[in-house]
Nanobody, 122 residues
Framework: QVQLVESGGGLVQAGDSLRLSCAASGRTNRPYAMGWFRQDPGKEREFVAAMSSGGVTTSYADSVKGRFTIFRDNVKNTLYLQMNSLKPEDTAVYYC???????????????WGQGTQVTVSP
């Protein structure tokens, strides 16, 4: 069992930066791939970024490439999403997720956090 808790969301202006955190607890000794997703009411859940358990391999949605960076600290059991040059279309609830498989983490992760709201005003 792995528990994930996101933090760092808030209300910002377009062009601002924000860093989201996801603290993991439970069986964190296992090599989990982790990722970030986002969803707004009435929209389908959207993949944002993912990282392999060792932190070597990363992937990003085209909409955030060059603006967002995913990284992790395995000693602290924490995943981060650095969000720069934020746009109003980035507004959503952001969720972190974990799975033992980096492919599956993008499609149907086994573990989810509760989400943190990010709102970007024009």
């Amino acid at each position: 069992q792995v528990q994930l808790v996101e933090s760092g969301g808030g209300l910002v202006q377009a062009g601002d930066s924000l860093r989201l955190s996801c603290a993991a607890s439970g069986r964190t000794n296992r090599p989990y791939a982790m990722g970030w997703f986002r969803q707004d009411p009435g929209k389908e859940r959207e993949f944002v970024a993912a990282m392999s358990s060792g932190g070597v391999t990363t992937s990003y949605a085209d909409s955030v490439k060059g603006r967002f960076t995913i990284f992790r600290d395995n000693v602290k059991n924490t995943l981060y999403l650095q969000m720069n040059s934020l746009k109003p279309e980035d507004t959503a609830v952001y969720y972190c997720a974990a799975d033992v498989n980096i492919v599956k983490v993008r499609a149907a992760p086994d573990y989810w956090g509760q989400g943190t709201q990010v709102t970007v005003s024009p």
